[in-house]
DNA sequence: GTAACCCTTAAAGTTCACTTTAAGTCAAAT
DNA sequence: ATTTGACTTAAAGTGAACTTTAAGGGTTAC
């Protein structure tokens, strides 16, 4: 069992951070020491650690509530949690599908940086010819 | 030339939305019919969607402002400009890296859902347990 | 025993990127 | 002529996710 110091260096994630987690309802699981000091052990911390990941792929404080909400309800909740990651899979596509556009976008600019290729289109000329009037 | 009610509808970004960037000293190059309202041209909407893929992959106002800022003092500071579009395409493939390792997480968590396998590895056990003690 | 350091809570503050509001100008339509 | 609708600005408000502050209690080290 560990204290919220040790969960925090774990985690890599700031003690102040997780007791905000838990005041928004997203650790229904922590136990207590006599001084009502948190007790962490591994399934609180992999728990948390899957809180991240959902949370660096955009899923919201509400959303991973939601989970926790319906788990806390048991397992007639299952199909529609499996929904809820299902959609958040779906998600996490859109997102996977928005960052190679942005990377063939930025790969295009840095071509023409160093080639000078296709200057017409590229934002250089937009910038470069700003001294003369555009018309 | 468009005015910003048909430059919004082409972007598909809201005309205050614009005007803030424009506030921002995100479009330097943005002229004014003679009552002072905003003309853009299609270099302009191109600008525009170049930074709606910045901003789509975490680029900062911030950040943009400073790409603006090096242009609009000339082509000297190219290689500068260079050096950011290379940090922030790392900075792309970064985002990319947390998306697949999210992605696999949440498909991991799924077949557990859908086939029960491996139930003392996955968070569904954390939760359905919870009724009893945790020791 | 008292200082250092950990923990606690509640609440206020911060940051970012918008978003909305307020107050007003201008041109076309009725 | 006045209403409608699009535009303008400056400034205030919003929402999300922390982050910091304030005030205090418990355990260990000297």
Redesign the interface.
């Known amino acids: 069992m560990f204290t919220i110091k040790e969960a925090s260096e774990k985690l890599n994630c700031p003690a102040h951070t997780i007791r905000f987690y838990d005041k928004e309802g997203l650790l229904?699981?922590i136990?207590r020491d006599d001084n009502g000091n948190r007790l962490f052990?591994e399934?609180d911390l992999?728990?948390i650690r899957?809180m991240t990941?959902?949370r660096?792929?955009g899923m919201s404080i509400s959303g991973i509530r939601e989970i926790?909400e319906l788990?806390?309800q048991?397992?007639g909740t299952?199909a529609r949690?499996?929904a809820i990651?299902?959609a958040?899979?779906a998600e996490?596509?859109k997102?996977?599908q928005?960052?190679?556009?942005?990377?063939e976008?930025?790969?295009q600019?840095?071509e023409v940086?160093?080639n000078n290729r296709n200057p017409e289109k590229s934002?250089?000329?937009?910038?470069?010819k700003?001294?003369e009037p555009?018309v």
């Open positions: 229904p699981n136990r052990d399934k992999d728990w899957l990941c959902f660096a792929t926790v788990a806390k048991g397992e299952i949690r499996r990651l299902e958040h899979q996490i596509i997102k996977q928005v960052l190679n556009e942005a990377f976008a930025v790969s600019k840095l940086y160093n934002f250089l000329d937009y910038f470069e700003s001294e555009k």
